[in-house]
């Protein structure tokens, strides 16, 4: 595996990019009465991982592989082909795919990717309050990611008036880190489980050690999700996954209009 | 308060033209002055901050930021209290981790801070209220240019004494609620003597916001560091003019 270490400070809730603030849908669960104890937590964490996480591990990959094209593709047997690594035999062609370059062709064709994403993310975000949310914390992994690779070249993606949605960033500020589509599809799918957690923790005062013992039990079916997201990520956007549940939608846009919050989401 | 004064209608004298600052104008800052408002819960931060948008009402283009659990009834007391419109606060909600929001992540208010500006546009002063915390929590200096730390007396006397990051290192450390004093039997003199054991030559304010509702010397003190804000700070003046 490359970059190991970056991975780990992606995946790290606190890298700071605003993940302390959302519970992720959880703090409406646990009003509505849904999740109350370690085990409806663990039917909640695994509820989020075959949607959301599964939908924002496809679209983050796929975003990557849209940053640097030249990405190996995983061989059906999970290696990567080390071919594509090389460069091409003469001429840098390449090469000037990776080069930024705000009116060069590659330029373009990534901004046309990364805005084919970010369209087919929206529809597949039913709620208007997960979509402002996501791209809230787009908004804010962008701040980050500016801050902390200013040379990456984050422009290309689409000037939404909200932000970008959060996995399309993620998707860049992984090739930015060195990290491939695999690599980022992990840091999605771990998120998705430990930010809930970790709301859990404060929300419902759970046992940090049993609840970190739930995201053991839990860590292969994260790294199935990933590796799902990954290859699903190969596919052209409108075939990415769009795994939904309606009733966190539902609580989502009620979440919106409490009074007072603890979390964003 | 105006202090009243006999004029000696011999000795001849002339006033400014009413209405006319004889000063020269300070320059305008590139961004506005950020003030952080920590300290434990319940110390006065929010009455701190209506305090100052009443001092600052009709000289300074203000917005707000709260980390605070922000409820409907806090919005209706900045209104009603007439002190600052609705539109130029802005809530951030810290998922039960309130230092992390003002020191550690600090990007949901500094889009906040970014929004207020969008909004409403060149501000000269945006107060961040911190959510209610213990004694360690602080403000980032990539968040706020000057930080203010509130505590009260009805905590005891002995707060200063427990030091922490926010009573010995804030630009400013403001003691609250001095009305209270005799209630509670805290000893001003030895909070006046703590504080300044632990802060050394940075400045310590006892107010109550009871007695004086425009918290004027607090008010002051963020005039003089609003000065010095603009002069560090000017709008860049275009190339090719004087
Ligand atoms: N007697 C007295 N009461 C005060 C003074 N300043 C504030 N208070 C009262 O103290 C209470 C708490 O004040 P807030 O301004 O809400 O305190 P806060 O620090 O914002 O509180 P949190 O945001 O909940 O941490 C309110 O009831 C205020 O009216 C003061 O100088 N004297
Ligand atoms: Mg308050």
Redesign the interface.
């Known amino acids: 595996m490359t970059a190991p270490t970056m991975l780990l400070l992606l995946a790290d809730g606190?890298f700071?990019?605003?993940?302390?603030?959302?519970?992720s849908g959880l703090e409406a669960a646990v009003a509505a009465g849904r999740v109350t104890d370690l085990a409806t937590l663990g039917d909640y964490l695994r509820g989020r991982l075959a949607t959301a996480g599964l939908v924002a591990a496809a679209f983050a990959a796929a975003a990557c592989r849209a940053a640097e094209p030249s990405h190996p593709r995983p061989s059906p047997s999970g290696e990567a082909d080390q071919s594509r690594l090389r460069p091409p035999p003469n001429g840098d062609g390449d090469r000037a795919r990776l080069t930024p370059s705000p009116g060069g062709d590659a330029g373009q064709v990534r901004r046309a990717a990364l805005a084919r994403l970010d369209a087919e993310l929206d529809a597949r975000t039913a709620s208007l309050a997960q979509r402002s949310v996501s791209r809230?914390q787009g908004?804010?992994l962008l701040?980050?990611g500016r801050e902390i690779w200013p040379a990456a070249s984050f422009d290309e993606l689409p000037a939404a008036p909200g932000g970008p949605h959060q996995p399309l960033v993620l998707g860049l500020v992984g090739a930015a880190a060195g990290l491939d589509p695999a690599q980022v599809a992990t840091v999605a799918a771990h998120a998705t489980v430990t930010g809930s957690a970790s709301?859990a923790v404060?929300?419902l005062g759970l046992d940090p050690y049993q609840v970190q013992a739930l995201l053991v039990r839990l860590a292969a079916a994260c790294d199935a999700t990933a590796a799902q997201a990954a290859r699903a990520a190969e596919e052209p956007p409108e075939r990415l996954p769009a795994a939904n549940a309606p009733l966190a939608d539902i609580h989502a846009e009620a979440h919106a209009t409490w009074?007072?919050?603890?979390?964003?989401s | 308060m105006r202090p009243e004064i006999e004029h000696d209608e011999s000795v001849p004298h002339t006033h400014p033209e009413p209405g006319v600052d004889p000063h020269a104008p300070l320059p305008a800052a590139a961004r506005a002055l950020r003030v952080g408002i920590g300290g434990p819960v319940g110390s006065g931060k929010t009455a701190l901050v209506a305090a100052l948008c009443r001092s600052f009402a009709d000289e300074l283009r203000l917005g707000v930021v709260t980390n605070d659990i922000y409820t409907t009834e806090d919005a209706d007391f900045l209104k009603r209290a007439g002190v600052l419109d609705p539109a130029r606060i802005r809530a951030v909600e810290t998922g039960c981790c309130p230092h992390t929001a003002i020191r550690d992540d600090i990007g949901a208010n500094l889009d906040a801070v970014d929004e207020l500006a969008e909004a409403l546009g060149p501000l000269d002063l945006v107060l961040v209220e911190s959510g209610g915390d213990n004694l360690t929590a602080t403000f980032s200096r990539g968040l706020v240019d000057r930080q203010i730390f509130v505590v009260d007396v009805a905590g005891g006397d002995k707060v200063p004494r427990k030091g922490g990051p926010g009573v010995t290192a804030a630009d400013l450390l403001v003691i609250n609620k001095t009305d209270l004093a005799p209630l509670v039997g805290a000893d001003l003199a030895v909070m006046d003597r703590d504080a300044r054991a632990r802060r050394g030559t940075l400045p310590t304010i006892f107010q109550s916001i009871t007695e004086d509702p425009r918290a004027s010397r607090v008010a002051d003190w963020i005039r003089h560091e609003l000065a010095h804000h603009r002069v560090a700070s000017p709008v860049p003046v275009p190339a090719g003019q004087p």
Request: aromatic letters at 4%.
């Open positions: 606190r700071p990019a605003g993940a302390h603030a959302h519970s809230r908004k804010a701040r980050a709301a404060r929300l009074e007072v919050r603890l979390f964003a």
